[in-house]
Antibody, heavy 122, light 113 residues
Framework: EVQLVESGGGLVQPGRSLRLSCAASGFTFDDNAMHWVRQAPGKGLEWVSG????????GYADSVKGRFTISRDNAKNSLYLQMNSLRAEDTALYYCAKSPYKRSVTGNFDYWGHGIVVTVSS | DIVMTQSPASLAVSLGERATINCKSSQSVLYSSSNKNYLAWYQQKPGQPPKLLIYWASTRESGVPDRFSGSGSGADFTLTISSLQAEDVAVYYCQQYYSTPLTFGGGTKVEIK
């Protein structure tokens, strides 16, 4: 059974940093690209970032480019999102999502974690 | 960026009746070399993560009931629930994966009339 479990969220002040992690199990992690998708309270879905199986291809939403960094450790079956210079508008539920594709960061999302809340507030 | 526009924003349908959700992209998401539309549909129930229903615009994900169907090509797409069940109450999103940034429609909330 595919499982994606996010961790590392919480309350943080504007301008500070936070690192999210996603522990994956139930599938061959390095066979798939992975993504972060977020959902602000009461709002729709927003793609944040994606990374190919070997980290060769990485993409970011314009809203986070230059502030967020996605990475993965295939040996640990883990996905990460380093979030710097956080803003109030980054407040959201952050989902880790698996792509059915390997090499591209364009793809749909066939499995999702339950999400982790990030709140940016003073 | 490809902008995805869904309509309506909400709809109420009687049990057993048909529900139709539309999704338009600001440019074609049909990749000519593969003749595939890079368009997916998701269902999100309250308090749950989204669930993939349809990919390649019309291919049903494994385990998804056949009352859910996707159609359309190029820049105009439709998700149809042929006979609405109580468990289908949810918000539905379309998503293009033709190019980054990957983008979603604003969502359509489906309720029981």
């Amino acid at each position: 059974e595919v499982q994606l479990v996010e961790s590392g969220g919480g309350l943080v002040q504007p301008g500070r940093s936070l690192r999210l992690s996603c522990a994956a199990s139930g599938f061959t992690f390095d066979d798939n690209a992975m993504h972060w998708v977020r959902q602000a309270p009461g709002k729709g879905l927003e793609w944040v970032s994606g990374i190919s199986w070997n980290s060769d291809y990485i993409g970011y939403a314009d809203s986070v480019k230059g502030r967020f960094t996605i990475s993965r450790d295939n040996a640990k079956n883990s996905l990460y999102l380093q979030m710097n210079s956080l803003r109030a508008e980054d407040t959201a539920l952050y989902y880790c999502a698996k792509s059915p594709y390997k090499r591209s960061v364009t793809g749909n999302f066939d499995y999702w974690g339950h999400g982790i809340v990030v709140t940016v507030s003073s | 960026d490809i902008v995805m526009t869904q309509s309506p924003a909400s709809l109420a349908v009687s049990l057993g009746e048909r529900a139709t959700i539309n999704c338009k992209s600001s440019q074609s998401v049909l990749y000519s070399s593969s003749n595939k539309n890079y368009l997916a549909w998701y269902q999100q129930k309250p308090g749950q993560p989204p669930k993939l229903l349809i990919y390649w615009a019309s291919t049903r994900e494994s385990g998804v009931p056949d009352r859910f169907s996707g159609s359309g090509s190029g820049a105009d797409f439709t998700l149809t629930i042929s006979s609405l069940q109580a468990e289908d109450v949810a918000v539905y999103y379309c998503q293009q994966y033709y190019s980054t940034p990957l983008t979603f429609g604003g969502g359509t909330k489906v309720e029981i009339k």
